[in-house]
Nanobody, 119 residues
């Protein structure tokens, strides 16, 4: 059984910073894609940042230049550094791992962590 644990959310003022972390606790899983999503109240879950095993990263236009995704594929960990936070960044942030096991392709989600940006 794979456990995916997120941490780092909280309440921050406009212009502040937060760092989210996520770890998948299994040695039988080999991630090749790590993503961060967020879901604002009453809205759908949207992709925020992606990272692929070759090192390629992509960001939603709304966070480019402010957020940075980093990760360690050897340890199945991913982070999201968030700077210059805005009220519209408020939401529940979810990490997602996509990769392979001996039993095939697997997708694992974190439990979500709340980020609230106050003005």
């Amino acid at each position: 059984q794979v456990q995916v644990v997120e941490s780092g959310g909280g309440l921050v003022q406009v212009g502040g910073s937060l760092r989210l972390s996520c770890a998948a606790s299994t040695r039988f899983f080999r991630a090749n894609a790590m993503d961060w999503y967020r879901q604002a109240p009453g809205k759908q879950r949207d992709l925020v940042a992606t990272m692929r095993s070759g090192g390629t990263t992509n960001y939603a236009d709304s966070v480019k230049g402010r957020f940075t995704i980093t990760g360690d594929y050897a340890n199945n960990t991913v982070h999201l550094e968030m700077n210059s936070l805005k009220p519209e960044d408020t939401g529940v942030y979810y990490c997602k791992f996509v990769g392979s096991t001996d039993w095939g392709l697997r997708v694992y989600w974190g439990q979500g962590t709340q980020v609230t940006v106050s003005s």
